[in-house]
């Protein structure tokens, strides 16, 4: 039988893990605590960014080689301290992302060639049962979620160019290693996985667009997407280091980027008026690749190891900006990509896709949501 805690007795245990997180963590002025209830905050905006292959010691330790994001940027939001990849290598973690599908041996090896996901079955909770990469129009993403609600999105993708960019189905993925003034990856672009979005070409080429039109569309609320999800090309998200055009790449050309563009984000009428920007990592990679888990998650049915070598994608941390959050905080709850995704979902009001509905996974609250505390 489960004995309910106390509300002193459940504070003390916050505390403690907090003051942990305090020593390991570094500097920070307020603890967020763990969610207890929902927040009243409801952010209209939401931005995401995606970086690339870093641990949480790696980005956020006193050594870091992002100055920018950990420590300026850290001062201006909430830390989590122990957000999750779901699984190596990179795409399936982007997949999860939008649509909660879990790994398979294809989305493992970042397809490598843009084959279709052949189907057999679905299993809960609303998994796609096969291997491929190009998953059937049933197969459901964010995107299709806000669309379908009357909300607006956009992906914006650094070097793509042509919008709704993507190998033929079927066809050898030419993206995989950047070219010299080219350093898009498709492979980083996860609605071009669902034929839900590709098939729809005009639609799609409204919706995943280049970079360069964020400047542009930031500039105003009504342009301003209520969800946008931004990948920076291969060198610029850390991934390559050194880059094919002679700069230094990881975490180096990555910080510059942010410095870039975030106070593009952060300026903007709309994330001054109800938004949310989500700086995070795709999985924490390495010499010794992190292939820890948290928040339940276990063998796919896809993927007995989603991590390969372990049930997930490491520890990376990532770090929450918002009128609706403190700066210098963090929190200790334990966050994942479907989190991520459940999260998005809470505030839009959408149902909860594939693994973001998985019983017990912990969605941003008070935690994070902090600035009324």
Not at 4 to 12: E, I
Not at 140 to 148: E, H, R, S, V
Not at 154 to 170: N, S
């Amino acid at each position: 039988m489960k004995h309910r805690l106390s509300r002193g007795r459940r504070r003390l245990m916050l505390l403690a893990a907090a003051f942990t997180a305090l020593v390991a963590g570094g500097s920070g002025t307020l603890l967020a605590m763990q969610a207890e209830a929902a927040p009243a905050a409801r952010p209209g905006h939401v931005f995401v960014i995606n970086l690339e292959n870093k641990g949480y010691e790696e980005t956020w330790g006193p050594g870091s080689q992002a100055p920018y994001l950990s420590r300026t940027l850290r001062s201006q939001g909430v830390l989590l301290t122990q957000y999750y990849g779901i699984g190596h290598n990179s795409l399936d973690n982007y997949i999860a992302q939008i649509s909660g599908q879990g790994p398979n041996p294809d989305t493992q090896a970042d397809c490598q060639v843009f084959a279709p996901f052949v189907q057999t079955g679905t299993v809960a909770p609303g998994q796609a049962v096969g291997r491929g990469c190009v998953h059937p129009s049933g197969v459901k993403t964010l995107a299709d979620q806000m669309g379908a609600a009357g909300h607006s999105w956009k992906g914006y993708m650094q070097d793509m160019g042509t919008p709704c960019r993507h190998p033929a189905v079927g066809a050898v993925d030419d993206t995989q290693k950047a070219k010299t003034g080219d350093q898009y990856a498709t492979r980083h672009n996860p609605f071009m996985y669902f034929h839900s979005i590709i098939d729809q070409q005009s639609s799609c080429a409204r919706h995943d667009v280049d970079l360069s039109a964020l400047a542009t569309d930031v500039k105003s609320t009504t342009t301003t997407p209520e969800l946008s999800y931004i990948t920076p090309n291969l060198c610029d998200d850390g991934h390559d280091s050194p880059c094919v055009d002679g700069r230094p790449g990881g975490l180096v050309s990555a910080d510059a980027w942010l410095k870039k563009w975030v106070p593009v984000i952060t300026s903007s009428p709309a994330f001054k008026k109800d938004g949310m920007l989500v700086i995070t990592f795709d999985e924490s990679d390495g010499p010794q690749k992190d292939a820890s888990a948290c928040c339940g998650e276990g063998p796919a049915p896809n993927a007995p190891l989603p991590g390969i070598t372990g049930l997930g994608g490491g520890r990376t941390g990532a770090l929450v900006l918002s009128p609706f959050t403190k700066g210098g905080t963090w929190s200790t709850t334990p966050y994942n990509h479907y989190s991520l995704l459940a999260s998005i979902e809470d505030r839009f009001g959408l149902p909860y896709l594939g693994y973001a509905g998985q019983k017990g996974l912990s969605r941003f609250g008070t935690d994070v949501f902090n600035a009324g505390n």
